[in-house]
């Protein structure tokens, strides 16, 4: 079973303060903390089970800057066994369309069952590149699916849907799966395979070298535009409790006992 | 302007309350701009959901063919790529839930339609549709507009507003099924209910919701001790499930559970649209987290910020003494 895994390098804003940039359509990610996002992490762990039990190989594509080397050597010490990087600021990140278009030319033309993506990216939240993928390819898709039982020309999924109920659906291969967290337990990448990874094939790719029309995927022809971001006033009606760690405490636990929250 | 199309979601015997959100917005938009807001439905069996939709549009557009029993993506996809070329809407509205981003960014490349995903409101500046969205988790707006030419594409963010009153009474239009015959690339095959735990969260009257911020297993009893002090249930947000620290059954929010408790105390949560939406029908919250800036103290009615290891101990102990 060959796969193709997508990966995107995120920041991680959980506890950072973000600004706005002087652009007005970035922001300041001078001192965020990067990493591998989320759901792809989970899509990277499916690829690898499904290679090990199914044999096959495991390909990364990732398109991102030179600064998303180490997340995807991460990827190839677990397992994985090449990887494509599209590295071309041409490309207009914005757009889940045109990365769509992106990441389908580097798996066009070349045999695979499955290609697995997140289900989101933690940062623009799009949820819509694998399934735009798909479309690329001319293959079936499934969208946030957090079980994977794979046949040789089949593959069963379990696509979680609102409530907790799961929708049950059976797709010819080749397909592109969209993997949404809690699917697996990622491992960590051993240290053995930390070593082998430095000498596995990363290719690093332009537009041109893909095929693609650089003004195809960048922003001129996009047919959606980010005017400006802004901070949203926060409508907090919050009491915030001040003092210190444990007088805030106790102030709380009086508010909650005495103030008839209970 | 021309016309706002809203795609009709329903499953398992129920229209979805999504459905009138984006009837809701798309009133509110037609309003400025002018132009019908329409209600495209497909399924089997569902004159009902046709007269229920008639009274939030001004038109409601049907299919009713057994081939669209269950949601299936490729067969919407193919229904709405004959459709929207003959009908021509200034904007298709889709819901940005499970069904709408397995069906939306396909369909958006098949018919190369200006596409925005996730919008959790759309403004009118001089005519344009300017749709807003969030960009780091609710940390920052964005506002986007359209290139090209219309039909439009949006998948719109469920509970991002109350729906509206049932004002309308749209005509109701039944339409022949452009799809003639199934298509088998993916095939639906049953539905799998949630597991049944041995708490049934929606029903707590106190619960104690368990975030990322707890940062490992071997912290939980923090929670657990706190919970057992005001009686109160344990749940979660979907990061504490998927690290396993609790089971599914007890995971708040959009894939999990819709809880209003009396008292819901959110622990190292930041509040995701997605957990936001399952919990801020609570009398009241409380939020502990370390980062001013999360969505989470935006549904709150107490927060503390701060470092939760340094206040939760205090707090079950204060609580204990208190309750005696």
Redesign the interface.
Known sequence: MNIFVCVKRV?D???A??K?DDSGKG?DSSKFSFDINEADNYAVEEAMLLKEAKGGNVQVVCAGTQDADVMIRMALAKGGDSAIRIDDPRINVID??QM?KVLAAAIKGKEFDLVLTG?MA???????????L???LGV?????VKKVEAGDDKV?V???????????????LPAVITIQ??IN?PRYAPIRGIRQAQKKELSVLKLDDLGVAPEDVGEDT???????????E????????EGE??E???I???????GG?? | MGNIYVLAEHRQGELREVTLEMLTKAAAVAGQTGGEVVALLLGSAVDSYAEKLAEYSDRVIYVDDPLFAEYNSEKYQKVLAAILPEYKPELMMIAHTTQGVDLAPALAVELKLPFIPDVIDINVEGGKLKPLRQYYQGKVNANFSFKGEPPYLITFREASLEIGEATKKGSIEKIESPLKEDIAYRRFLEYVEAEVGDVDITQSEILVAVGRGIKEDKNMPLVEELAAALKADLCGSRASIDAGWLGHDRQVGTSGKTVKPKLYIAIGISGAFQHLAGMKGAKAIIAINKDPDAPIFTEADFGIVDDLFKVLPKLTEKIKELKG
């Open positions: 920041p804003t959980s506890e303060i973000v706005v922001v889940p369309v769509a289900c933690n940062d623009d939240g799009n949820m819509a590149v694998g399934v735009a798909a479309e690329e079936p898709h499934a969208a946030m069963k379990y696509r979680e849907l609102e409530g907790g109920v799961s929708e049950v659906v059976e797709m010819d967290t809690g337990e996009s047919l959606i535009a980010l005017e400006n971001l802004y901070i949203p926060v409508e907090s009606k919050a009491e915030i409790i760690p444990e805030k405490a106790v709380l636990a009086e508010k909650i006992v005495k929250l209970l």
